[in-house]
């Protein structure tokens, strides 16, 4: 016999099977995390293998768009699995889910490159294609997870400590990540950057198979979750829970508020104050990876207890305001947050932007938006190549409108580099025009201090070989290229701060966030009904921050524009929350009208 959620005494202290619950749920999903977030931590060395033939710009946005592709289907996920989840029940259909996710993820670590897709296959299309259809697998399947595992433990949770037991779920995704950068880091411990480079990064992959099992013996130790079987006994499962969920227009207002009141704005946050951060860190601010991950881990780890405190919290107080709070604080600080992150990682770059702006002065005709997800497009005008070289370069500038007609060139203090135009010329030709183009910009980029590095390299002809003197020796040429931060500049204990500030923010909206939408919907639409409003946010709106935040960088040349879209995200959904967002910490989840 079945016992109601709503008679446990919330004052007894949690139980045996209390904890059984919690555990489990908790570590699979967070391996389900690790799954996810180890291809957006190992994006560069995927960039490098799978979307090789794009310039260095396009590729990296192709690679975060591949990512971007799981969070587009995880909606699709949250209907086929919520459906099966009020329709079978919990416990199975989270099993699924992990098996699907785990199997995906291991099966990236195999793939071959897009080159050896080329030389052996004669297609190099091939290998970022199954990548994308793997990546969109591990959507469909974390569509799935985390409605069954916050349903699950929410359904198990005495009223009074939905927002604790819940907490421990919406840690998991912070502790996937901080795994995730655990074992990167320990992986690189061993190896050389050039063997991290060919092959390493695929050894995250690989492990992702012991948790799988790992995760697939505990889940198969649970029981169902006892709301699901007390409606199961009393025949008040919904036989169509979808059209249920989103056809009934008290159900449907109810998913809109979600989405657009809590879901929204929590996703942006969770994205850009973690993801995002780190990709800031590596990409923009030139942050060795290895020092990067461990900043980051290391305010993630202070941090982590803080999903169950403000889970615990919002007990007490409610969800509402806790979440409230963290939407309004993230709209107004992200700018300058991420503005102190500049200047406590990489000073010289602050300061060379600050004193020598660099301005592309173009016809804006010449110039097209720097992205091309499947390689067609060629970025050969002569404002096309500048920006390119200065978005991939880490390089803010501004656009200022020339005369229809006339050549891009790219102004540096008081210093006009010409740029050049590809079309017309065969490979040497514009492999010669872009080395001299950017030997002369990164020339005039060191004389006005930017951190600008230099050093001797083989020259090769066009068949790759090394061209040698006439002595016999191999002949080497002046290269540069924007130099890493400078390590004895870093002011790691503040980017610790500057990163904790942000994951702060983060705990606010994420911690209530699983209770809160549980207490939404009755029971037998739960599971289909707070998934969808949950996947779509954190999927559509969170899921795309790196990428749209890079695009309107790569657009704009201002390294803080993409900034306004979480910012305006955040700043919609407290308007929304503040008016619409019921509270809900008191409510009996068995007797939740439909």
């Not at 992990?98 to 995906?104: E, K, N, Q, R, V």
């Amino acid at each position: 016999m079945s016992v109601s959620t709503a008679s446990v005494d919330p004052s007894a202290p949690m139980s045996r099977e209390d904890k059984k619950v919690i555990f489990a749920s908790s570590l699979g999903t967070a391996f389900e995390w690790y799954d996810f977030f180890i291809y957006g931590s190992l994006a560069t060395y995927i960039a490098a293998h799978f979307f090789s033939s794009l310039s260095e710009t396009a590729s990296f946005l192709a690679t975060l768009l591949a990512w971007a592709a799981g969070f587009i289907v995880r909606p699709f996920g949250a209907l086929v699995f919520g459906r099966v989840g009020d329709l079978v029940g919990r416990k199975y259909t989270f099993l699924v889910t992990i098996t699907l996710m785990g199997a995906s993820t291991f099966l990236v670590g195999l793939l071959p490159s897009y080159a050896w897709c080329q030389q052996n296959l004669g297609v190099g299309a091939i290998a970022p294609t199954i990548l994308i259809a793997l990546r969109i697998v591990q959507g469909l399947a974390l569509g799935g997870e985390y409605g069954g595992a916050a349903t699950y433990v929410a359904e198990h949770a005495p009223a009074g400590k939905r927002g604790l037991y819940t907490g421990w779920i919406q840690a998991t995704a912070t502790g996937g990540l901080l795994l995730s950068l655990i074992i990167i880091l320990l992986i690189r411990q061993y190896m050389s950057d050039a063997a991290f480079s060919d092959w390493g990064w695929r050894i995250p992959f690989w492990i992702s198979i012991i948790l799988l099992l790992i995760s697939v013996w505990i889940r198969m130790q649970l029981a169902e979750s006892p709301s699901f079987v007390k409606m199961k006994e009393e025949g008040a499962t919904s036989k169509a829970p979808l059209s249920e969920a989103f056809l009934k227009w008290s159900n449907l207002k109810i998913g809109l508020i979600a989405l657009f009141g809590m879901v929204a704005g929590e996703a942006v946050v969770w994205y850009s104050g973690q993801f995002y951060a780190l990709l800031y860190l590596t990409k923009t601010l030139r942050v060795d990876l290895t020092t990067a991950s461990l900043l980051l881990g290391v305010a993630l780890a202070i941090s982590l207890p803080l999903y169950v405190f403000f889970g615990w919290l919002s007990d007490k107080i409610g969800r509402k305001w806790i979440m409230l709070l963290g939407f309004l604080l993230a709209a107004v600080f992200y700018q300058p947050i991420f503005k102190a992150i500049t200047h406590y990682a990489n000073p010289a770059l602050e300061t060379a932007l600050a004193k020598s702006a660099v301005s592309v002065i173009a016809d804006p005709a010449d110039c097209s938006v720097q992205f091309d997800p499947i390689g067609t497009a060629k970025f050969t005008s002569s404002c096309d190549v500048a920006k390119n070289f200065l978005a991939s370069s880490s390089v803010s500038y501004t656009n200022e409108a020339a005369a229809p007609g006339t050549p891009a060139s790219v102004k540096i203090g008081e210093t006009v580099i010409p740029s050049y135009v590809a079309t017309g010329l065969d490979a040497a030709a514009a492999k010669a025009k872009k080395a001299e183009f950017t030997t002369a910009l990164y020339k005039a980029l060191k004389d006005h201090q930017y951190p600008v590095s230099e050093k001797q390299a083989p020259v090769k002809d066009a068949s790759g070989a090394v061209v040698k003197n006439s002595d016999g020796t191999d002949k080497t040429a002046t290269t540069y290229a924007m130099a890493p931060a400078d390590q004895s500049a870093i002011n790691k204990p503040m980017l610790v701060v500057m990163l904790i500030v942000l994951i702060v923010l983060v705990t606010l909206v994420y911690g209530p966030m699983a209770a809160a939408l549980v207490e939404l919907y009755p029971t037998r639409i739960r599971y289909t009904g707070m998934s969808l409003p949950y996947h779509i946010g954190n999927g559509w709106f969170g899921g795309l921050v790196p990428f749209v935040i890079f695009a309107m960088v790569a657009a704009s040349g201002d390294l803080y524009y993409g900034l306004w879209y979480p910012i305006v995200v955040a700043a919609l959904t407290f308007v929304i929350g503040l008016l619409f967002v019921p509270e809900t910490k008191d409510r009996d989840l068995d007797n939740i009208p439909s």
